[in-house]
């Protein structure tokens, strides 16, 4: 089974920069796909961005622009870049993997999730 460990965040003026980072560890070649989710207090969670075993990315249109979701395969861990942070961008960020588990019992697509790590954008 994949495991995350999320890490980097912390507290940033606005137009601040931060730069998170998703250890994976376990079972990593069976990730599909991975991406970064986060909740605001109040909030559903939402989608910030992902990054496919191709490469291929998506962004939130909130995120288009400012952050950047990329990988480092040797180091099992993808980074997501986040630049002129806004107060809006305020809350916990969370790693996701898709796995796919191959097995007659209990196969198919798992979403993992890290523990979360919390961002806040505040002057």
């Known amino acids: 089974q994949v495991q995350l460990v999320e890490s980097g965040g912390g507290l940033v003026q606005p137009g601040g920069s931060l730069r998170l980072s998703c250890a994976a560890s376990?079972?990593?070649?069976?990730?599909?796909?991975m991406g970064w989710y986060r909740q605001a207090p109040g909030k559903q969670r939402e989608l910030v961005a992902t990054?496919?075993?191709?490469?291929?990315?998506n962004y939130a249109d909130s995120v288009k622009g400012r952050f950047t979701i990329s990988r480092d395969n040797a180091k099992n861990t993808v980074y997501l870049q986040m630049n002129s942070l806004k107060p809006e961008d305020t809350a916990v960020y969370y790693c996701n993997a898709e796995e796919a588990v191959y097995s007659d019992y209990g196969g198919g697509l798992y979403d993992r999730w890290g523990q979360g790590t919390q961002v806040t954008v505040s002057s």
């Open positions: 990054i496919t075993s191709g490469g291929s990315t």
């Open positions: 376990g079972s990593i070649f069976s990730i599909n796909a």
